[in-house]
Structure formats: structure tokens, C-alpha cells
């Protein structure tokens, strides 16, 4: 997501190529050099653009927003899953910790999109950030089914 956040501000505020706003001309055996030095950032490159064919920053902010929804309604499937399987004393401890959870991430997305407050990018830098936190804690529920199941 890292990536795609540096690829959405540089064609946001440039309208450029990244490559040509990062890096200032090098000499080509420097390039080279570095390029050996950074494989892992060629696999992060190569994640999933999640908003494929958005244009503009409404757009991106629009396609963020979209991401969240669908992660938070897979992730209120499956805590609705988790409730109808516990017993009485686990479903009140499931929903203390997701009330707090809940407080968490949107206090650490808050803190993740600070820098881009007032901007136009901040809706989406906030909803990416929800949108993934989110997708993490569903992989948690389905863990957590997963183990139930094995009980």
C-alpha cells in the first residue's frame, strides 16, 4: 500500500512519471548499482493497484472509500460469525475487543493521513489505511473460525 500511496501522491501532485520526480540523473553505473540494492522494493511495486483506471485524486479518494466498505462488510460478517458461535462470557469479551479495536484504528488511520489534513489526498490516504487495518483484522475472525472449527 506504501508504494501505491507514493505512485497516487506523485501523479496527483505532478501529474509526472515518479521515476523522473524521485531521482535526479544519475550516472548509469549508479543506477545500476542501486538497482541491485533494492529487490525488495520491486516486489512491492508489483502489488495490486487497488484502484486500477482512477484518474483523478476523486477518483483515488472514491476507490479508497469503496475499499474500506467492502473490507469492513466482510469483516462485520464474520464477527457476526464469531458472536453466534460464542458463549455468553466469550461474545462479551469479543465485543470489548472489537469496541477498542474499533477506537484504535480510526485513531491510527487519524494518524497515518496527519500529514495530508486539509488536503484533497487525505480522504483517500485515511480510507486506504481503514480499508486495510480492516482487511487485517478480518484475516484475525477468519483465523479465529478456523480454530473454533478444530475445537
Not at 139 to 142: D, L, T
Not at 144 to 149: C, G, I, Q, S, V
Given at each position: 500500500?506504501r508504494?501505491?500511496l507514493?505512485?497516487?501522491?506523485c501523479?496527483?501532485?505532478?501529474?509526472?512519471p515518479?521515476?523522473?520526480?524521485a531521482?535526479?540523473?544519475?550516472?548509469?553505473?549508479?543506477?545500476?548499482?542501486?538497482?541491485q540494492?533494492?529487490?525488495a522494493?520491486?516486489?512491492?511495486e508489483?502489488?495490486?493497484?487497488?484502484c486500477p483506471?482512477?484518474?483523478?485524486?476523486?477518483?483515488?479518494?472514491?476507490?479508497?472509500s469503496?475499499?474500506?466498505q467492502?473490507?469492513d462488510?466482510?469483516?462485520?460478517k464474520?464477527?457476526?460469525?464469531?458472536?453466534?458461535?460464542?458463549g455468553a462470557?466469550?461474545?462479551a469479551?469479543?465485543?470489548a475487543?472489537?469496541?477498542a479495536?474499533?477506537?484504535?484504528?480510526?485513531?491510527?488511520?487519524?494518524?497515518?493521513?496527519?500529514?495530508?489534513?486539509?488536503?484533497?489526498?487525505?480522504?483517500?490516504?485515511?480510507?486506504?489505511?481503514?480499508a486495510?487495518?480492516?482487511?487485517?483484522?478480518a484475516?484475525?475472525?477468519?483465523d479465529?473460525?478456523?480454530?473454533?472449527?478444530e475445537?
Open positions: 500500500m508504494q501505491f507514493r505512485r497516487a501522491l501523479a496527483a501532485a505532478l501529474a509526472l515518479c521515476a523522473s520526480a531521482a535526479p540523473a544519475q550516472p548509469q553505473q549508479q543506477q545500476q548499482q542501486q538497482q540494492q533494492q529487490p522494493a520491486r516486489a512491492d508489483q502489488e495490486e493497484d487497488p483506471g482512477a484518474r483523478t485524486q476523486q477518483d483515488l479518494n472514491l476507490c479508497a469503496r475499499a474500506f467492502q473490507a462488510a466482510e469483516l462485520n464474520l464477527y457476526q460469525q464469531l458472536l453466534k458461535d460464542a462470557a466469550e461474545r469479551k469479543l465485543r475487543a472489537q469496541l479495536w474499533l477506537k484504535f484504528r480510526d485513531a491510527h488511520c487519524e494518524y497515518e493521513a496527519f500529514g495530508n489534513t486539509g488536503g484533497s489526498i487525505y480522504p483517500m490516504v485515511y480510507g486506504l489505511c481503514r486495510e487495518v480492516t482487511g487485517e483484522r484475516r484475525q475472525f477468519r479465529a473460525l478456523k480454530e473454533a472449527a475445537r
